[in-house]
């Protein structure tokens, strides 16, 4: 079955620094990926959408400039938090559309993210 | 922005019952898919249910879709303590853009 990783599992890092995660699907090529956010007992937020070779699509109140997603190859898209705050502590977690373009995501196992 | 609701919030229960979820969305909807959640774990994805569908069954699992309410729940019946997780349900919009919208989760307890 498709399989998706993030790398790190978890970060912890301090206040001002930059984080950046990857999100790699292991066994197929995906040309959309996207990135959630999820606060301790809350849902997941779709922060953006990611597409290779071109620019990430942004949800409404999410800041490009903080969150940069690079989508370089069909197999791996990165988030990197800049200049990172407490506030931005988080579960940050990926997934990749099915190849079909189908409805279909899968998953990456998220990353939990502590500024100290 | 999210657009589904759940409830109950949270849902405990005697192994061996059936637990029962809902769901609530806004706009137009090509699918919807429920999810389940181990604690501080990825997602797990149970089952996809298409706007055109009434009812789909995976196992324990049945999921039912009444788009003029614009509803879904998940019915999991003969409950198991491996069963305790937070459940999502995530709506795929009409627009083909691949994005889900997730629900505010129910958190299921099942004791054993």
């Known amino acids: 079955g498709a399989v998706v990783s993030q790398h790190p599992s978890w970060v912890i890092c301090k206040s001002g620094t930059s984080v950046k995660i990857e999100c790699r699907s292991l066994?197929?090529?995906?040309?959309?990926m996207f990135w959630y956010r999820q606060f301790p007992k809350q849902s997941l937020m779709l922060m953006a959408t990611?597409?290779?070779?071109?620019?990430?699509?942004?949800e409404q109140g999410v800041e490009k400039d903080k969150f940069l997603i690079n989508h370089a190859s069909l197999t791996l898209s990165t988030l990197t938090v800049t200049s990172a705050h407490p506030e931005d502590s988080s579960f940050y977690i990926c997934?990749?559309?099915?190849?079909?373009?189908?409805?279909?995501?899968?998953f990456g196992p998220g990353t939990r993210l502590t500024v100290t | 922005s999210q657009q589904g609701e759940e409830d109950p919030q949270a849902l405990s229960i005697q192994e061996g019952e059936n637990a029962t979820m809902n769901c609530s969305y806004k706009?137009?909807?090509?699918?919807l898919q429920w999810y389940r959640q181990n604690s501080g774990r990825g997602l797990v994805h149970l089952i996809l249910?298409?706007?055109?569908?009434r009812e789909k069954h995976s196992g324990r699992l049945r999921v039912t879709l009444d788009t003029s309410k614009k509803s879904s729940s998940l019915l999991i019946t003969a409950s198991r303590a491996a069963d305790t997780a937070s459940y999502f349900c995530?709506?795929?919009?009409?627009?083909?853009?691949?994005?889900?919208?997730f629900g505010q989760g129910t958190t299921l307890q099942v004791k054993p």
């Open positions: 066994d197929f090529q995906a040309t959309t």
């Open positions: 249910i298409r706007s055109n569908e």
């Open positions: 706009t137009s909807i090509n699918n």
């Open positions: 995530a709506t795929a919009l009409s627009s083909n853009t691949g994005k889900l919208i």
């Open positions: 990611s597409n290779e070779g071109s620019k990430a699509t942004y």
């Open positions: 997934s990749a559309r099915a190849p079909d373009e189908t409805y279909e995501q899968y």
